[in-house]
């Protein structure tokens, strides 16, 4: 006969189980709640509408026309002209968000939170969206948040359609 025994763990083992269960859980998020390559609304809109150029030419967020819009990386990128609309054809790379529209600092984390448009910076001539103002002011602490973002975001990219 076969008997079952009980391990008890004991509790500094427990909460570095408990650390390595957290992070295999963060790890396996990359690959479910990264589903696509720019974060889209409901309407399938990049930046919910916003022209991802004025932020550059203008230097603040501007709604986009559904009239003057372009269907790129699985989204509609809408804007306010057709001056940014050619800009934005000319060369996509410099215009699009960093890490796919989603909040930079939630990235860090793994997470593929949504971004207020409203709550912006652009960093070395690229563009990076937050969840809100509070967490854009957390970003500006220190910029090596972005090094590690981009490690995440590569890595979470990697697994992309």
């Known amino acids: 006969m076969y ?5 008890q763990i004991k509790p500094i083992f427990r909460s570095h189980l408990s650390l390595a269960f957290a ?10 709640r990264a589903d696509h390559n720019v974060h889209q609304d409901s309407q399938g809109e990049v930046i919910f509408g916003y022209d991802t150029v004025a932020y550059f030419t203008m230097g603040k967020p501007v709604k986009g026309s559904k009239d003057i819009s372009v269907e790129w990386l699985g989204g509609k990128w809408l804007f306010a002209n057709e001056k940014h609309r050619k800009l934005f054809l000319a ?4 215009y699009i968000p960093q890490y796919g ?3 930079s600092v939630g990235t860090i984390f793994g997470s593929h939170s949504n971004a207020d448009p409203k709550a ?8 990076y969206l937050f969840a809100d103002k509070t967490t854009l002011k957390a970003w500006g602490i220190g910029y090596s948040l972005t090094q590690t973002a981009n490690k995440v975001w590569e890595k979470a990219k990697a697994v992309l359609p």
Request: a positive charge; one cysteine or more.
């Open 3 to 7: 008997s079952i025994r009980y391990i």
């Open 23 to 32: 992070s295999l859980i963060l790890v396996l998020s990359l690959n479910v």
């Open 91 to 94: 060369d996509q790379g410099k």
């Open 101 to 103: 529209g989603y909040c």
């Open 120 to 127: 912006w910076r652009i960093v070395d001539g690229k563009l």
